[in-house]
């Protein structure tokens, strides 16, 4: 109290000058309060206003907009009001979106996490897509456990009849070893009596197409129904109930044959070997025999391209020697001149091909010299033709084999003419 008497005294007793400064000082503090004041009101007002377009969240004591004066104290609101105004928004939005949310996508302590496996099916054209290179190593390769997995992996109830038509229709495309490797894969695979029956009845729907391919079509057909009726595959009377179908005339072809399979005698015995074997699974006594039959149906035909074709099916390349001395014989137990020229066209035409190796061919030729004094017992002058032969093959067979077949023909001649040598130009 006492220095405010004394600072009015000095502003009273002050000269002129002074006191007007001090007024002019103490005017702008009262107009620095009043725009205070004034941007206090202005900030509170606009912080209450909401803006336009947007929802109304906050009260005007709980703005969260800062007002264009910048505001004041308390403008921005208090620490609780503004927890609880989150707190009820995300419990109004968690609300609103509740029904967009899937259980099982939720975790929570009231909320249990259930899995839902789902399996897509796939389309013919898909499976046999897959399954066209596996069969192609089956073929190869010959295991069936593999081949037996690839198939489980694609079993559907409504694909597994397309799976059994497209498993026949690979076989009747193929030779009768890969034949019998179909029909063991169908004996072993898990599906019902009526996926094999769709099955087989597709097969006989397309015949007029597989005939393109596959001129003996009703053959091989008829061959796959009787060895699945033997397996217990197909039921006996799929075949008679088969002849009531709509199918084409060359299934019923196919049919025919089937039923003619299955009734011969001793049928299930004979049925077992229906697709014939194969070279590594033959005898050498059966192999044998089949090598005279193709050379001597060769001898009379000169179908270089059938006999070819015939030593292929015998699928015993490590026993190809065995058609070359077997031909080396034929061709030199006579010597008769169009015989030796066939057997010697065959072997040039074999050899060139690569379809009989050079080891064999001279594995064959080693078997004749090695089995001479055997064949002089029933052909005496065989050593003079194999002579005549080699002459022919010179292109053929190895230099040391037509030296040791003309040293036995000099040796034969020599013991005809009381010991005398023939020289060379006799020869």
């Given at each position: 109290m006492a220095m405010t008497s004394c600072i009015t005294t000095l502003a009273a007793g002050a000269p002129l000058k002074l006191r007007k400064e001090m007024n002019d000082s103490r005017s702008q503090k009262l107009l620095v309060s009043e725009k205070r004041e004034r941007s206090r009101s202005i900030g509170s007002a606009q912080a209450a206003r909401p803006p336009k377009g947007k929802p109304r969240f906050l009260s005007s004591k709980t703005s969260r907009q800062k007002g264009k004066a910048g505001g004041g104290k308390g403008s921005w609101g208090s620490l609780n009001d503004e927890i609880q105004v989150g707190v009820s928004d995300t419990c109004e939005s968690r609300v609103a979106k509740d029904d967009l949310i899937h259980p099982a996508l939720v975790v929570g302590d009231s909320m249990n996490v259930e899995l839902v496996e789902k399996s897509w099916g796939i389309s013919s054209a898909e499976m046999e897509d897959y399954l066209r290179p596996r069969m192609n190593e089956y073929f190869v390769s010959q295991d069936i456990e593999e081949a037996l997995n690839v198939v489980i992996t694609l079993a559907q109830p409504d694909l597994n009849?397309?799976?059994?038509?497209?498993?026949?229709?690979?076989?009747?495309?193929?030779?009768?070893?890969?034949?019998?490797?179909?029909?063991?894969?169908?004996?072993?695979?898990?599906?019902?009596?009526?996926?094999?029956?769709?099955?087989?009845?597709?097969?006989?729907?397309?015949?007029?197409?597989?005939?393109?391919?596959?001129?003996?079509?009703?053959?091989?057909?008829?061959?796959?129904?009787?060895?699945?009726?033997?397996?217990?595959?197909?039921?006996?009377?799929?075949?008679?109930?088969?002849e009531y179908m709509m199918i084409p005339d060359l299934a019923h072809r196919a049919i025919s044959k089937g039923q003619a399979l299955v009734a011969i005698p001793q049928a299930f015995y004979r049925l077992k070997n229906i697709w014939g074997t194969s070279g590594g699974q033959s005898s050498v006594d059966q192999l044998k025999v089949k090598v005279s039959l193709l050379l001597h149906e060769y001898l009379g035909s000169a179908d270089i391209e059938e006999a070819e074709a015939c030593i292929r099916d015998l699928r015993a390349p490590h026993f190809h020697h065995d058609v070359v001395y077997q031909a080396i014989v034929i061709a030199t137990e006579d010597g008769v001149e169009t015989r030796m020229l066939r057997i010697a066209a065959l072997l040039r035409s074999a050899n060139k091909s690569a379809l009989i190796s050079d080891v064999q061919?001279?594995?064959?030729?080693?078997?004749?010299?090695?089995?001479?004094?055997?064949?002089?017992?029933?052909?005496?002058?065989?050593?003079?033709?194999?002579?005549?032969?080699?002459?022919?093959?010179?292109?053929?067979?190895?230099?040391a084999f037509r030296v040791r077949a003309a040293q036995l023909a000099a040796k034969a001649v020599n013991a005809a003419k009381g010991g005398r040598v023939r020289s060379l130009s006799e020869r």
């Open positions: 009849s397309d799976i059994v038509a497209f498993l026949i229709v690979s076989g009747i495309e193929r030779n009768d070893p890969q034949r019998a490797l179909v029909s063991e894969l169908l004996t072993r695979l898990p599906f019902q009596n009526a996926d094999f029956t769709a099955g087989f009845t597709k097969v006989l729907a397309q015949c007029d197409d597989l005939r393109l391919d596959t001129p003996g079509v009703c053959a091989v057909i008829g061959k796959f129904l009787a060895r699945a009726i033997l397996d217990n595959v197909l039921p006996m009377a799929y075949l008679a109930n088969c061919m001279e594995k064959g030729a080693n078997r004749v010299l090695a089995a001479m004094s055997d064949l002089q017992l029933d052909s005496p002058r065989i050593t003079l033709y194999l002579d005549s032969f080699c002459q022919v093959t010179s292109d053929i067979f190895s230099k």
